[in-house]
């Protein structure tokens, strides 16, 4: 079966030829198919393609990208536990593309409301209840869901927040969504999408999401008790947190962690750091 396929870097077309078992009889609803590089492009990507072979979404993949081997154990009294009466966890992967899920999370990690316009209504409970599952011990979140014709109505009163209608970013006033520059919240729902099993896929996010809200409280903390914050650079900061948590970052990751100190937590990161960073990339 021949499917057409849109490149989501250079935007150039073309078709992939994929057996139509594979995805028809998918049970999940949306199959990841990795496209190589030099296939339709010079560039590798993935589609993710429903059962109506209908292509859903496409994301730049991020193999060079490398997320820390950390397993974050955190539970507390009162815990939400995963079930499919709380949410349909096959209704959430088809309506909310990697994409959207992506640029969720940044905005999530930069402590930004977020206003999503749906007039699925019947999905309104299972998204909300999705996040706070997800982000529960780690990031406080503001996301309103609002039917289009509310959000018009209404939209004066959500200048500030980040608004998404599908995969369209309608208000990003303080431009924090950019493909160039979120590669490790692409790589974390790429992880998402790909594990079949459900309760092991939310383990995966849940996790991912749970160590970058642990790992950078952490630089916060260790740069606010640091007597002399101008001359904190990567070492320090990386050796720290091998010491205290057995294990390595990139470069990569800790550019983004130390986006989520500056933004989530207010604390400023020193400018001798951003320095080393530009020059470690």
Known sequence: MRVNVRCPACGKTGGIEIPKDAITENSRGISVIIIPEKTICADSFIAYIDNNLIVRDTILTDFQVELPELIIEKRVEGDISYSEDSFDLDL????????LLSYILRGFFFKKKIVLISDKHYLNNHISNFFKYITQNSFETDLTIRKREDYNRDKKNYKKYLVFEGKEIITDKAKIIDTKITPIERKIIQQFFAEYEKEISLMILKNEIQKAFQLSKFISEFIIKSEEKKRIDITEITDNLQKVYK????????DFLLGIVEHYFDVAVPSSQKLVLKLAH
């Open 247 to 254: 294990t390595k970052v990139t470069s990569i990751y800790l």
């Open 92 to 99: 959430i992967k088809l309506n909310l593309t990697p994409t």
